[in-house]
Antibody, heavy 118, light 108 residues
């Protein structure tokens, strides 16, 4: 059974930093693209970032480019999101998602809540 | 950059058929995937590719595409289908991944 478990979400002040983690199980982690997707309270899904199977390629949404860094440790089946210079508009539930072979997001974690507030 | 436009809130009578659409120029090149999100839960993939249902998704869910529009059809809607539905696809410009704004489905 595929499982994705996120952690690291807390309340942080504007301009602060935070590192989210996602631990995967139930599939061969180092063969798949992984994503972070967020959902602000009462809003829709917003793609944040993706990383290739080997970590060699990364992509970011314009809204987080230059502030967030995605990384992975395949030996620990873990995905990370380093979030710097946080803004109030970054407040959201952050999901870790596995990339499917057809470009879909075929498995999702339950999310970790990041609140940016003074 | 491109965007995906979804229907406003939709309602369907129990047991009837409903179609939810997603429109965007990039859908002429890429298939859409569809996700169901019930209140307080994480999204679940229901359709991907041309019309592929993951294991465990009922066969009343189907997908289709024509031109710049992708559709998710629920044939014989059930009470448990009441949820928000999101489409997504790849993009060849700007962000590599796009999500639609979501459609809230109410089953009456």
């Amino acid at each position: 059974e595929v499982q994705l478990v996120e952690s690291g979400g807390v309340v942080v002040q504007p301009e602060g930093s935070l590192r989210l983690s996602c631990v995967a199980s139930g599939f061969t982690f180092d063969k798949y693209i992984m994503h972070w997707v967020r959902q602000a309270p009462g809003k829709g899904l917003q793609w944040v970032s993706l990383i290739s199977w080997d970590g060699g390629s990364t992509y970011y949404a314009d809204s987080v480019k230059g502030r967030f860094t995605i990384s992975r440790d395949n030996s620990k089946k873990s995905l990370f999101l380093q979030m710097n210079s946080l803004r109030t508009e970054d407040t959201a539930l952050y999901y870790c998602a596995k990339g499917g072979m057809d470009g879909s997001f075929d498995y999702w974690g339950q999310g970790t809540l990041v609140t940016v507030s003074s | 950059s491109s965007e995906l436009t979804q229907d406003p809130p939709v309602s369907v009578a129990l047991g009837q058929t409903v179609r939810i659409t997603c429109q965007g120029d990039n859908l002429r090149r890429f298939y859409a995937s569809w996700y169901q999100q019930r209140p307080g839960q994480a999204p679940v993939l229901v359709i991907s590719g041309k019309n592929n249902r993951p294991s465990g998704i009922p066969d009343r869910f189907s997908g289709s595409s024509s031109g710049d529009t992708a559709s998710l059809t629920i044939t014989g809607a059930q009470a448990e289908d009441e949820a928000d539905y999101y489409c997504n696809s790849r993009d060849s410009s700007g962000n590599p991944v796009l999500f639609g704004g979501g459609t809230k489905l109410t089953v009456l």
